[in-house]
């Protein structure tokens, strides 16, 4: 018997299989979170959507443009990131879960809540 009943893929499908290479020089890479100039809530929620994870300390940063723009999605924001506080950071005391709260809080009025997150996520 010469030959197979059963005609091969590529006979059938001529051209169906194609190599895959990926040009990564048309990958648009940016920091997260965006620069100053994007800080619109949408384009923060976009970069933070393509990453595996954002860190604990970058997100009080995104937290003073959801504040201004969109203030009535800033307080489940705001509890989200004091949940997460407490459970990244272990040996997290009440005080500096107050702090926490109090510098989310006061996010947009006081020039040193900003820098009290920081130095919260930094220990």
């Known amino acids: 018997m010469q030959g197979s009943f059963l005609p091969s ?5 001529p051209g169906a299989l194609r190599t895959y290479v ?3 020089s048309r990958i648009d890479v940016r920091p997260f979170p965006p620069s100053a ?5 949408h384009l923060i929620r976009n970069a933070a959507a393509e990453l595996p ?3 604990l300390a970058d997100a009080p940063k995104s937290a003073v443009a959801i504040r201004r723009a969109e203030p009535e999605r ?3 924001a705001a509890l989200r990131w004091l949940a ?3 459970v990244e950071r272990r040996n997290a005391t009440v005080a500096q879960v107050q702090a926490a ?3 989310l809080d006061n996010l947009t009025d006081e020039p040193a809540a900003l820098e009290t ?7």
Do not use: G, K, N
């Open 9 to 13: 893929f590529m006979s059938v499908y």
């Open 22 to 24: 990926r040009d990564e």
């Open 37 to 41: 100039e994007d800080r619109e809530p």
């Open 53 to 55: 994870r954002v860190d």
């Open 74 to 76: 800033f307080e489940r």
């Open 84 to 86: 997460r506080f407490c």
């Open 101 to 103: 709260a109090w510098a």
């Open 117 to 123: 997150l920081q130095r919260l996520c930094s220990r």
